[in-house]
């Protein structure tokens, strides 16, 4: 299950990382010189409005994926052998010097 939402939650994070740069820093739209750029199908104002939303919705899902590994991830580190930190170093055996 954890895997399942770590792979969504990577794919929405791109979406999101590409919706965010296709937009004009002003927040007119596609950085690409406005509605002639998409084939003239959407005003620029639809097409801010498309990113505007898309943007919103990817954020959403971003933040309830995130808080839903972090809650299902919450007692995975109690036990044995999950922290490094407690674990006694490695002996290693010196190197031989000739």
Do not use: C, K, Y
């Amino acid at each position: 299950m954890i895997t399942v939402l770590l792979l969504l939650h990577l794919f929405v994070t791109i979406a999101l990382i590409g919706t965010i740069l296709i937009q004009r820093s002003e927040g007119g739209g596609l950085g690409i010189g406005g509605s002639q750029g998409m084939g003239s199908f959407m005003s620029g104002r639809g097409t801010a409005t498309l990113l505007t939303r898309s943007t919103a919705v990817l954020g959403t899902a971003f933040m309830v994926l995130s808080l839903t590994l972090a809650v299902m991830n919450r007692g995975a580190s109690t036990g044995a052998g999950h922290d490094i930190l407690a674990q006694p170093p490695a002996s290693t055996a010196p190197a031989a010097t000739h």
